[in-house]
């Protein structure tokens, strides 16, 4: 049987583990003011790249080869978007 000092021991841990999961989740989620998107240029038929400001950042996609944000999902000019950026492991320029 469990003391009542270790229950509460054990509620102080536990409370310690969320603050610190919190901070990481605040930590995460502050994200840029600004991302430099990629796009396909269908009239020249090659990548360009245009800066996107973020009014609200909600995370990311990770790339499963090098695990580097290959999206982000952000708010810019009052719209919610998916923004490509070039992949951390992208060798041939794109």
């Known amino acids: 049987m469990l003391s ?5 021991s054990g509620l102080i841990v536990e409370n310690q583990q969320r603050q610190i999961l919190k901070n990481h989740y605040i930590k995460i ?27 609200e ?6 790339c499963q080869h ?3 944000p290959i999206s982000h999902n952000v708010k810019s ?3 919610f978007k998916v923004v490509y950026v070039k992949c951390g492991c992208t060798r041939d320029g794109f």
């Open 29 to 55: 989620m502050d994200g840029p003011s600004e991302i430099n998107s990629v796009y396909w240029d269908e009239s020249t038929k090659s990548w360009k790249y245009k800066m996107i400001s973020v009014e």
């Open 66 to 68: 090098c695990r580097k």
């Open 77 to 79: 000019d009052g719209e």
């Open 4 to 8: 009542g000092n270790s229950y509460y």
């Open 57 to 62: 950042y909600h995370g990311f996609v990770e």
